[in-house]
């Protein structure tokens, strides 16, 4: 089993900052099945990226994701207030799907 | 519009069973791999099962293997989560997620909103 790691657990930034999260897996993946998933409070996850790098339908542009082998980054070039949420990885490559324990970006 | 609806969650004693139900609405349901996804209170998200759009091939967690079974009714637009065994570890919300596509392995592009379950005495 894939076990994803990320880091770091909590993220303090202000809006219009930029925001750097990491996905480890403990073995090489294919980045063809690395997602990343916001999730607010009292919502359910929604799907940002695919493939580690597709923005999923609707998501803006200042998300973008990176990665390969055993190390992905999420990177949220300008934050902003609804921007401030928990954030997951996923890999989807074995069923069922394994996620990281999430980052918590919150307002400095 | 693409709707998922869950239903079925309450409070349940340990050991006991509860039946979770998907209703599913907007999309042609029998194309898509569905799931069952879980958080606990104030943690992260899991993966409790999955099912391909056949309804042929299903999978896991090894934290409910042998107590859940995950099934569909292609006719019904409808996933299910039958759960045997709970155990007080088992509270949390339940989501009824879309994969993007046929197979199991695709990301999950579409939630519903979660029904509750409470395991306790």
């Known amino acids: 089993e894939v076990v994803l790691t990320q880091s770091p657990d909590t993220l303090s930034l202000s809006p219009g900052e930029r925001a750097t999260l990491s996905c480890r897996a403990s073995?090489?993946?294919?980045?063809?099945?690395l997602a990343w998933y916001q999730q607010k409070p009292g919502q359910a996850p929604r799907l940002l990226i695919f493939?580690?790098?597709s923005r999923a339908t609707d998501i803006p542009d200042n998300f973008s994701g990176s990665g390969s082998g055993t190390d992905f980054t999420l990177t949220i070039t300008k934050l902003e207030p609804g921007d401030f949420a928990v954030y997951y990885c996923q890999h989807y490559g074995t069923s069922p799907a394994t996620f990281g324990q999430g980052t918590r970006v919150e307002i400095k | 519009e693409i709707q998922l609806l869950e239903s079925g969650g309450s409070l349940v004693q340990p050991g006991g069973s509860l039946r979770l139900s998907c209703a599913a609405s907007g999309f042609s349901f029998s194309s898509y791999a569905m799931n069952w996804v879980r958080q606990a209170p104030g943690k992260g998200v899991e993966c409790v099962s999955v099912?391909?759009?056949?309804?042929?091939?299903?999978y896991y967690a090894d934290s409910v293997k042998g107590r859940f079974t995950i099934s569909r009714d292609n006719s019904k637009n409808t996933l299910y989560l039958q759960m045997d065994g709970l155990r007080e570890e088992d509270t949390a919300i339940y989501y009824c997620?879309?994969?993007?596509?046929?197979?199991?392995?695709?990301?999950?592009?579409?939630w519903g909103q979660g029904t509750l379950v409470t395991v306790s005495s």
């Open positions: 073995q090489s993946i294919s980045s063809s099945y």
């Open positions: 099912i391909n759009s056949a309804g042929i091939h299903t």
């Open positions: 997620a879309r994969s993007a596509g046929t197979y199991t392995n695709n990301p999950l592009h579409y």
């Open positions: 493939g580690a790098s």
